[in-house]
């Protein structure tokens, strides 16, 4: 089961979409704008399971993230998925060397990431939906 997923991105829209394409876990969403505003969240919310992190940040880019990252250990708890316009391979390559599980280039279809969360988090699955 999926319960809280950080989402770290500097786009408003892309935070809205990540609701939107999120909702068939009916998980939380926990936002951050740059890879500060995401260590900040960590150091307050300990229940976040799965972390969607962009490249091209303001502040604090997503590699730099994934060093602090490394550096502290949170990659080794928890799964990080780059989801970027960053399509360079060797930004890929690099994301994944430094722990991230899984990379996507944006535009992504949606059950490209559902199949990249389920196969890494186990157990994620979609929301019973009510039957009317």
């Known amino acids: ?21 999120l909702s068939r876990y009916a998980c939380e969403i926990a936002d ?4 500060q505003e995401a ?5 307050q919310q300990d229940d976040i399971q799965l972390i969607l992190l ?19 250990g949170i990659q080794r708890r928890l799964p990080i998925i780059v989801i970027s316009t960053e399509g ?3 930004d890929t390559l690099r994301a994944l060397k430094l722990g991230a599980k899984g990379y996507l280039k ?4 949606p059950p490209d990431l559902y199949a990249l969360i389920e196969q890494i988090i186990p157990g994620a699955a ?7």
């Open 1 to 21: 089961m999926l319960n809280k997923v950080l989402v770290v991105d500097d786009s408003a829209l892309i935070h809205q979409m990540y609701r939107l394409v």
């Open 32 to 35: 951050a704008m740059n890879g």
């Open 39 to 43: 260590l900040d969240v960590l150091a």
């Open 54 to 72: 962009d490249i091209n940040m303001p502040v604090m880019n997503g590699v730099q993230f994934l060093e602090k990252a490394t550096a502290l």
């Open 88 to 90: 360079k391979e060797e």
């Open 106 to 109: 944006k535009p992504f279809a």
């Open 126 to 132: 979609p929301a019973q939906t009510a039957k009317a």
